[in-house]
């Protein structure tokens, strides 16, 4: 069936420094792939989407490539701040009535 | 503005007694879901709808019903609310099957 595995958090981090959060999935056919945010309190937001093989999605200085070859969609950010601080889930969207997400991964960015 | 309205935001109730948690959009959008959360699990589908009194089962619908009787609204229904029911719900829609999905703020319900 159709997974995503995340990995598992909360990720520590000091402002600036640099992100990564690893996001693979397992799928049939061909996904779509996508990164939410969860900010405290809220719904979750699209951050960024890919729609095939070797697209990069990026917004707000995020970007993730879809990587077909090790099926992978992992988030990055150059230099992150104390506003990134949020849950981030990796989805994916074969096409059927459902997006499968990930069990989130919590950033925390301390000054 | 464009969003996906849930009420109540909050909401303490006691075993077995009904209760609606309702959902609205103001897309036009075709498909609605309904989503708990619980930490370690993500996100899980319980219902989604494809249009007008169109519904199906998610991943995890015991204990849920749901109704599209307008394509703007798709509530959410507990007969008899049960303490393994205690989560975060999300309500979501979107334009059609590839698109991203929008999300409501979210609702906590807490059975006791």
């Known amino acids: 069936g159709n997974s995503v595995t995340q990995m598992e958090g909360p990720v520590t981090l000091s402002e600036e420094a640099f992100l990564t959060i690893n996001c693979t999935y397992t799928?049939?056919?061909?996904?779509?792939l996508f990164w939410y945010v969860q900010y405290p309190g809220e719904g979750l937001q699209l951050l960024l989407k890919?729609?095939?093989?070797?697209d990069k999605g990026s917004n707000k200085g995020f970007e993730a490539t879809y990587r077909k070859e090790t099926t992978s969609f992992h988030l990055e950010k150059g230099s992150v701040q104390v506003s990134d601080s949020a849950v981030y889930f990796c989805?994916?969207?074969?096409?059927?009535?459902?997006?499968?997400f990930g069990t989130g991964t919590r950033l925390l960015v301390s000054p | 503005e464009a969003q996906v309205t849930q009420n109540p935001r909050y909401l303490i109730t006691v075993t077995g007694k009904k209760l609606t948690v309702t959902c609205s959009q103001n897309m036009n959008h075709e498909y609605m879901s309904w989503y708990r959360q619980d930490p370690g699990l993500g996100l899980r589908q319980i219902y989604y709808?494809?249009?007008?009194?169109?519904?199906d089962k998610g991943d995890v619908p015991e204990g849920y019903k749901v109704s599209r009787k307008e394509k703007r609204n798709f509530p959410l229904i507990l007969e008899s609310p049960s303490p393994n029911q205690t989560s975060l719900y999300f309500c979501a829609s979107r334009k059609d099957n590839y698109n991203e999905q929008f999300f409501g703020p979210g609702t906590r319900l807490t059975v006791l």
């Open positions: 989805a994916l969207n074969t096409g059927f009535q459902k997006l499968v």
């Open positions: 890919a729609t095939k093989a070797d």
């Open positions: 709808s494809m249009n007008v009194e169109v519904t």
């Open positions: 799928a049939t056919g061909y996904p779509s």
